[in-house]
Nanobody, 122 residues
């Protein structure tokens, strides 16, 4: 059973930083690509970032490139999203996701976390 649990969300002023964490179940995590999505009220869930299962490849949405960094520590079964220079438009519920590959992450992850709220004030 693959379980994904996000943490690290909260309230931050524009220009500030947050680091999200996603703790995953063992075994599957080490061979799965991981990613982050976000969903603002009244909008669809959008892709944010993804990382390959070995960590050698990453992908970012244009809106966060240069500001957000995704990383993973397979020994800890954890994926991170470091968010810097936050903007009010980054406000959303952020979801951790897992899939077979980067392509699977971007088109339809197999597993989802329950989400963590990130609110950026102006």
């Amino acid at each position: 059973q693959v379980q994904l649990v996000e943490s690290g969300g909260g309230l931050v002023q524009a220009g500030g930083s947050l680091r999200l964490s996603c703790a995953a179940s063992r075994r599957t995590f080490a061979t799965y690509a991981m990613g982050w999505f976000r969903q603002a009220p009244g909008k669809e869930r959008d892709f944010v970032a993804a990382i390959s299962w070995r960590g050698g490849s990453t992908s970012y949405a244009d809106s966060v490139k240069g500001r957000f960094t995704i990383s993973r520590d397979n020994a800890k079964n954890t994926v991170y999203l470091q968010m810097n220079s936050l903007k009010p438009e980054d406000t959303a519920v952020y979801y951790c996701a897992a899939g077979r590959s980067l392509a699977v992450i971007t088109t339809g992850p197999e597993y989802w976390g329950q989400g963590t709220q990130v609110t950026v004030s102006s």
